[in-house]
């Protein structure tokens, strides 16, 4: 079992509202990641972090934010949530990547809904 | 990375072996092939990966033919927990893009009784 954790898992929230998507993870990993999924279509990264006080923007652009002041603690920020932010938003981590080996592990995952 | 195609659902009797295709023809020397499976929305979970030879774990077994050119991930006897969505992603196992996996359309298994 991984040992990454998301919360909340569900949060439906009005729009205009700032919220904070928490990922912590207990394995020491250097690498996390922020993904984002609409129902039923693809995974899109958005955010990762190689490290402490490392972050980089993903694949698909994104108005969140994210900050990594701790190992363990990748939390992403919406300062003013709007509908078109509705999604589930998946956090990973991986280990040093050496030749080929290292997975991705994933959190549950948090369902954002912006009314 | 290389791009993959993979066949949008597939069916498969419980008990019985499901062979999952996937095919990366632009798939380029020092890349690798991960699988990655999601159950119902829930983050995908690894499965196996390979570069050149056949490998084998708990979950399944990874076919690689020899020209690299296209995979195969079995499920010896599936059950019905192992309908979900299976990524076969390529990419290259090291440098500065670690971790960054392209997760495409994957292939719906479902398992029937």
């Known amino acids: 079992e991984a040992d990454i954790y998301q919360t909340p898992r569900y949060l439906v929230i009005g729009t205009g509202k700032k919220i904070t998507l928490e990922c912590s993870q207990t394995?020491?990993?250097?690498?996390m990641y922020w993904y984002q999924q609409d129902p039923g279509m693809e995974l899109h990264l958005i955010h990762y972090?190689?490290?402490?006080?490392s972050t980089e923007k993903g694949d698909l652009s994104s108005e969140s934010t994210v900050s990594r002041i701790r190992t363990e603690h990748f939390p992403l920020t919406l300062e003013s949530a709007r509908p078109s932010h509705t999604s589930q938003y998946l956090c990973?981590?991986?280990?040093?990547w050496g030749a080929g080996y290292g997975e991705l592990f994933f959190g549950e995952g948090s369902r954002l809904t912006v009314l | 990375d290389a791009k993959t195609t993979q066949p949008p659902s597939m069916d498969c009797a419980e008990g019985r072996a499901a062979n999952l295709p996937c095919n990366h023809s632009?798939?380029?020397?020092?890349?690798?092939v991960y699988w990655y499976r999601q159950i119902h929305s829930q983050g995908p979970q690894y499965i196996i990966h390979?570069?050149?030879n056949n490998e084998t774990n708990e979950m399944a077994s990874l076919i690689i033919t020899e020209d690299r050119k296209s995979s195969t991930l079995i499920l010896p006897h599936a059950t019905l927990r192992d309908t979900a969505v299976y990524y076969c992603?390529?990419?290259?196992?090291?440098?500065?893009?670690?971790?960054?996996?392209?997760f495409g359309q994957g292939t719906i298994l479902t398992v029937h009784p």
């Open positions: 990973a981590s991986s280990d040093s």
């Open positions: 632009t798939i380029s020397g020092n890349e690798y």
């Open positions: 390979g570069l050149k």
């Open positions: 992603i390529v990419r290259v196992g090291g440098g500065t893009s670690y971790g960054k996996l392209t």
């Open positions: 394995m020491g990993h250097d690498k």
């Open positions: 972090s190689y490290g402490v006080n």
